[in-house]
């Protein structure tokens, strides 16, 4: 099967910085499409950002400019630095990636269990 860990969620300021990491482990035959998801009490999960296996981005309009994610192929890892945090990025943050298991199959979404971001003073 198929596991996404992520890491580096935690409490920081407004204004801050955070890195998170996401690694996937299995059986893997290729990685399409990795992202990052949120959701924040009481809300629906939400994008925040993604990138393809080319290293294409998109970005919610919410964290242009303040996020970056990037992926390390050869690792399997995503990561999303997050710069000049607010209050309203607060959320668990969620890894998803479109995933190959052999060479016949198509890809399937798999999630992480999340990472909790609070930014608070």
């Known amino acids: 099967q198929v596991q996404l860990v992520e890491s580096g969620g935690g409490l920081v300021q407004p204004g801050g910085s955070l890195r998170l990491s996401c690694a996937a482990s299995?059986?893997?035959?290729?990685?399409?499409?990795m992202g990052w998801y949120r959701q924040a009490p009481g809300k629906e999960r939400e994008l925040v950002a993604t990138?393809?296996?080319?290293?294409?981005?998109n970005y919610a309009d919410s964290v242009k400019g303040r996020f970056t994610i990037s992926r390390d192929n050869a690792k399997r890892t995503v990561f999303l630095q997050m710069n000049s945090l607010k209050p309203e990025d607060t959320a668990v943050y969620y890894c998803n990636a479109n995933i190959r298991n052999n060479v016949l199959s198509v890809g399937m979404a798999y999630w992480g269990k999340g990472t909790l971001v609070t930014v608070s003073s």
């Open positions: 299995g059986i893997i035959f290729s990685i399409n499409t």
């Open positions: 990138i393809t296996s080319g290293g294409s981005t």
